[in-house]
């Protein structure tokens, strides 16, 4: 599991958490500019536009910077998953409960390139490769639940084989298409929609609660 609190002091004052998210906003766009081991406090600190010696006010060392990123990561996607994988998801018409999970998703991947290189780099702790791994088990939970409101007649295990090649393939789609650019981006979630709906509208259909 990810440290709970890497940070060296916890800011008290707005100003201080101001600060702080600075410090994190610049790493996350060095990570993902010139990679972890790359990156340098100094570096860090310049992007911020503060000093190292504030950047160490906070944060012991690179390493606490990474922990707290990842957790600030993580936070925002469950928060993203509690909002977008809801009862109320599972009621839309297939199109539009893809929409619903996907272009938040996009988003959020857009918004945030520091993302794969912090869990999946060749830096990634087993802290880091565990939280990862942690949280997609708990978006595998909602999709298998989604699908058992929508297609009760699959087995337990067909529903596992759906769930997991659909999870599959938007973690695998999503990243190839922030390397692209903007009408290449919108083409390629356009086809990761279009593919999973062909997908699963055999076993899903295509309405939502009006069938």
Excluded: W
Aim: charged share 20%.
């Amino acid at each position: 599991m990810i440290e709970e609190t890497p940070l060296r002091r916890i800011p008290q004052q707005d100003r201080g958490q101001r600060r702080v998210d600075k410090i994190l906003d610049a790493a996350a766009q060095m990570f993902a500019e010139v990679g972890y081991e790359a990156a340098t406090t100094n570096a860090i600190a310049a992007r911020a536009n503060t000093s190292v010696g504030s950047l160490y006010q906070f944060f012991p060392n690179k390493e606490a910077i990474l922990q707290m990123l990842a957790a600030r990561y993580l936070d925002q996607l469950r928060a993203l998953y509690d909002q977008v994988l809801t009862a109320e998801t599972t009621q839309l018409p297939l199109p539009m409960l893809l929409d619903s999970i996907i272009d938040p998703l996009a988003e959020f991947k857009a918004a945030q390139p520091g993302f794969e290189p912090i869990f999946f780099g060749a830096h990634a702790s087993a802290s880091l490769a565990a939280a990862a791994e942690e949280l997609h088990q708990t978006v595998i939970r909602r999709v298998d639940a989604i699908f058992a409101a929508r297609a009760p007649a699959l087995t337990a295990s067909q529903r596992n084989l759906y769930v997991t090649i659909s999870v599959a393939v938007v973690e695998a789609l999503l990243p190839l298409s922030e390397s692209a650019a903007e009408l290449s981006r919108a083409q390629i979630i356009a086809e990761t929609k279009r593919l999973l709906l062909v997908y699963l509208e055999p076993v899903m259909g295509f309405g939502g609660e009006d069938g």
